[in-house]
């Protein structure tokens, strides 16, 4: 019994000790970031938050009709689709599907809104 | 079940049938299945014609649901001793077939992974609005009714729980005629007699599928049903088909003397193809009269009964199809004295022909109805012990 | 001015330099409406709404088409929708339509004609009453719109639109507009183009119409007295739809 308590234990702290240890270890995907440069918020807080900042920005924009706001997700996609495929998705480096395909959450924006930056008439020659 | 020991063949028989259930269960995961992932292009439906054969299924399953309560809210609220011992055999098939219906209804939405919001966003003018609490609290509300049933310490709430459940299902059924009435533009549902059509409506349904169950219950248990009580049940299922009858006519005839409503009448009665064929030959032959032949003609067995039942929800889903699909398939009056025409099909009579994954999600909901009904009255005391009630009767 | 007149009747000795004031003055009241002007120009169209800016009821928008302008064997205002929207052009009757030419023969008198039937953007909207999630919704300045994030797809709306308007759609969309999103499983209709008007634009159909010459459709703000469209359905008999069903609609039509 005194032997199986400190098995579990050890085994236990082995566990949470690894787990801990991975955590030190950046894991989330490497993605292309589109245009990059400076975020709108800061990656680590939007990270967190990005859902919650695009819900709140559809309710004004739907109801309210402000546009052109900070979080306009039209905003986002324009910055950060790749520059080489001009989308969001389309690969697991892409920047909202490579963290929504590792985190295994399903991605319900782009059904309705496109997943490609506008290109101008002008760019597209 | 039965109080009998479960023999080895009862068992396996028990396994195949329910087995069969979930086979057609999975038929029906498939449909859906496939409208989810490409969209009802796949469907028969069209712009023109948004509800289909799935809310066919649908809202026979709804309206039988509350219907078949009404076996045991005659005995509960109106005092009659057979009813009352019907009542958790009832219960456990309105639990099923509203399951059975309100899964179809779910699954057949455009976007199904929002139920979510529609149990959180709430518009106080909308009859689907009302019916997330409507739906929730008939289940809450037959699982109640079925404890003070069958719980002898509870027995004496069960009057109350009775008169609630019935009240709560008049409710319901009128609302969900009034999911039709409210279309005031839709020649084929704006009226006030709809609310009272259904529950009519719901009462010779529910009837129906409660006779179908009880024989096989019988069958199952190798008794019969004291022929007293059969014959009062099927007097009464002959008396609501009659009501029906009445009401779909009262609707068709004060239809037909509305000048700007003769079209869409001859259309459904005369002129629409296959929605006259379904509606005479369906609903009013094969559905009503049929059946109340095979109720009241001298001679009427046990096998009368099941086949008048059967041919009742026959006729259910003809009626369902014309009053659903054929209220969409006749054209808007939005141009009234004029004749008109579009690529958006203005004029024209819409065209629905019903598609496999529809009919598989249908049928789907059939089948979540039977299995629960299946596993209910096979883990719960659901078979009515008429014995005690005729003995009592007659030493009365 | 008058000012110059008294000081003439009174004293010469005593009049000030009016040419400087005369261009001081001038000069400023021209300055004032520069200033003013361009966003006097912006308040006819959109009433001093930026695309910042919260809508508010002030405005109503609407349409009044004129049925005797509109072209039989014409389609521009349907073409200049599907394009602005990112619509197919319709070939299936599960493909969504916005905008429709509706021709029309008197039953009596057997006279032809056409007109566009689009959402008609009511006051009392029979859509917005029975959507179960709000997702139908009329905003404060008269559009009634389909908020396709709560939209569940129960196609309620459709059976209660009395002008056939709203469109599900059935099958899976790609490359949309970034102005207009729309997806599989929603209904979605004319939005009166909000996504211009929120930017102080017209409609495309409107556009389209008068680029064509036809000049059948007036898009304009319906609260406005001063706007050309309050003006001309002072003076011009037009009628709405299914006036019958009382439910006051934004577009209105001319000559039917």
């Known amino acids: 019994m005194k032997m199986g308590i400190r098995l579990t234990a050890v085994i236990l702290s082995l566990l949470v000790s690894t787990a801990l240890f991975a955590a030190d270890k950046p894991q989330s995907p490497r993605l292309d970031i589109g245009k990059g440069g400076q975020c709108v918020e800061d990656p680590k807080l939007m990270r967190k938050i990005h859902m919650d900042r695009l819900k709140h920005q559809r309710d004004e924009t739907m109801h309210k009709g402000i546009r052109g706001q900070k979080h306009s997700l039209a905003d986002c996609v324009e910055c950060h689709a790749s520059t080489k495929t001009n989308s969001v998705l389309g690969s697991n480096e892409a920047f909202c599907q490579g963290c929504h395909t590792y985190a295994a959450v399903k991605l319900d924006c782009f059904e309705c809104h496109t997943s490609k930056r506008k290109v101008t008439a002008e760019a597209r020659k | ?251 068709h005839m004060t239809n037909l003397y509305f000048a700007k409503q003769t079209g869409f009448e001859l259309f459904i009665l005369r002129d629409g193809g296959i929605y006259p064929q379904l509606f005479w030959g369906g609903y009013v032959i094969l559905g009503s009269l049929v059946p109340l032949a095979l109720l009241y003609l001298p001679g009427v067995g046990n096998k009368s009964v099941v086949a008048a039942s059967a041919l009742v929800i026959v006729g259910s889903f003809a009626l369902l199809y014309v009053f659903i699909i054929g209220g969409q398939a006749y054209p808007l009056s939005i141009f009234p004295g004029h004749e008109v025409s579009s690529s958006f099909g203005d004029g024209a009579i819409g065209k629905y022909v019903p598609s496999l994954p529809e009919l598989l999600l249908g049928s789907g909901g059939l089948a979540i109805a039977y299995l629960i009904t299946l596993i209910g009255t096979r883990v719960l005391n659901t078979m009515p012990q008429d014995v005690t009630v005729v003995a009592a009767k007659n030493d009365a | 001015m008058s000012d110059i007149q008294h000081d003439t009747k009174t004293s010469i000795k005593m009049q000030p330099n009016l040419d400087r004031r005369d261009f001081l003055s001038k000069s400023s009241i021209g300055l004032a409406g520069l200033t003013i002007a361009p966003g006097l120009m912006l308040f ?113 709306c459709v059976m209660a639109c009395p002008y056939q308007a709203r469109s599900f759609v059935h099958e899976v969309l790609t490359d949309q507009k970034t102005e207009v999103p729309r997806g599989k499983g929603t209904v979605e209709s004319c939005t009166l183009c909000v996504h211009r008007i929120d930017k102080g634009e017209t409609t495309a159909c409107a556009e389209a119409c008068s680029k064509a010459g036809h000049n059948a459709i007036l898009f304009g703000d319906l609260n406005d007295p001063e706007s050309a469209i309050s003006k001309r359905i002072r003076s011009v008999t037009s009628t709405q739809i299914r006036s019958d069903l009382g439910l006051n609609t934004g577009v209105r039509y001319e000559g039917i």
């Open chain 2, 1 to 251: 079940m039965s109080s009998a020991s479960l023999s080895r063949n009862e068992s396996r028989n028990f396994y195949i049938l329910a087995a069969l259930g979930v086979f057609v269960v999975f038929l029906g995961y498939l449909g859906m299945h496939q409208m989810e992932e490409h969209g009802h292009i796949v469907s028969g439906m069209n712009n023109q014609i948004v509800w289909g054969l799935p809310h066919v299924f649908a809202i026979f399953m709804i309206v039988a649901a509350s219907g078949v309560l009404n076996v045991g809210s005659i005995g509960t609220v109106f005092g009659q001793a057979p009813y009352k011992i019907r009542t958790p055999l009832a219960a456990v098939i309105a639990v099923g077939l509203l399951s059975g219906g309100l899964a179809v209804l779910m699954l057949d939405l455009g976007r199904p992974d929002r139920i979510i919001v529609a149990a959180t966003h709430f518009n106080p003018t909308s009859v689907f609005a009302w019916n997330i609490f409507l739906y929730s609290g008939f289940f809450g509300l037959a699982i109640v009714y079925l404890w003070t049933s069958m719980e002898k310490r509870m027995y004496v709430w069960s009057k109350p729980a009775g008169f609630a459940m019935f009240a709560w299902r008049v409710i319901l059924t009128s609302g969900t005629g009034l999911i039709f009435a409210f279309l005031v533009v839709r020649q084929a549902y704006a009226s006030a007699l709809l609310p009272p059509m259904f529950i009519v409506l719901s009462f010779a349904w529910g009837m129906a599928v409660f006779l179908l169950v009880q024989a096989a219950m019988f069958a199952w248990n190798c008794k019969t049903i004291d022929p007293a009580i059969l014959r009062r049940m099927k007097n009464l299922l002959g008396l609501f088909v009659i009501s029906s009858l009445y009401l779909v006519a009262a609707y």
């Open chain 3, 44 to 156: 006819d169209m959109a009433h001093g709404k930026a695309p910042g800016d919260e809508v508010s009821n002030k405005v109503r928008w609407g349409m009044l088409i004129d049925n005797n302008q509109c072209e039989s064997g014409c389609n521009d205002c349907v073409t200049a929708c599907n394009t602005e929207n990112g619509l197919a052009t319709p070939t299936k009757p599960t493909d969504a339509q916005w905008i429709r030419k509706v021709q029309l023969k008197d039953n009596l008198t057997h006279k032809v004609s056409s007109l566009p039937m689009m959402c008609q953007h009511c006051e009392h909207p029979p859509c917005v009453d029975v959507c179960p999630t709000q997702a139908s919704f009329k905003r404060a300045d008269g559009i009634v719109l389909v908020d396709k994030h709560i939209c569940i797809g129960c196609r309620y």
